[in-house]
């Protein structure tokens, strides 16, 4: 049986488990989508890090090529 949480529409406590149940499923939905974008976008930065990295080093080779001729 869902028991509700006084002050919380769409929270209720599960009587067996004790378990808070939020049964607001469009919030629930728009953090996950919101969650999976967050992730996107730390890889990205990720990904672009290690491209500057290899653009840094590739510079310093260049640098060093022309300045021995």
Excluded: C, T
């Excluded at 992730?39 to 080779?61: P, V």
């Amino acid at each position: 049986m869902k028991v509700p949480v006084e002050g919380h529409s769409n929270l209720f406590r599960d009587e067996r488990s004790g378990a808070i149940i939020n049964s607001d499923f469009i919030s629930y939905n728009q953090y996950m989508i919101s969650r999976q974008k967050r992730e996107i976008q730390k890889q990205e930065i990720e990904e672009l890090k290690s491209e500057i990295s290899e653009i840094k080093i590739l510079l310093k080779k260049l640098l060093e090529k022309n300045e021995s001729w």
